[in-house]
């Protein structure tokens, strides 16, 4: 998994995994999915990500896997 944050233009990327998706389903007008055709999600895009997240909280990304 990748987390890529574009302080440009206020877009957090969380990439699940690589490839090319075929599906791209807007969720609102900030946020989006994209997927593969049989549904996995490939990676999710928020835009405008500072009006959601607090930048402070972006720069200390912590990502945690239960076993």
């Given at each position: 998994?990748?987390?890529?944050?574009?302080p440009?233009?206020?877009?957090?990327?969380?990439?699940?995994?690589?490839?090319?998706?075929?599906?791209?389903?807007?969720?609102?007008?900030?946020?989006?999915?994209?997927?593969?055709?049989?549904?996995?999600?490939?990676?999710?895009?928020?835009?405008?990500?500072?009006?959601?997240?607090p930048?402070?909280?972006?720069?200390?990304?912590?990502?945690?896997?239960?076993?």
């Amino acid at each position: 998994m990748k987390i890529n944050f574009d302080p440009k233009n206020d877009i957090m990327r969380i990439k699940f995994q690589e490839g090319k998706y075929e599906i791209s389903k807007e969720i609102d007008e900030n946020m989006i999915i994209d997927m593969t055709k049989d549904n996995k999600i490939m990676a999710i895009e928020i835009i405008n990500v500072s009006q959601r997240i607090p930048i402070r909280e972006m720069r200390e990304i912590t990502v945690g896997v239960s076993s």
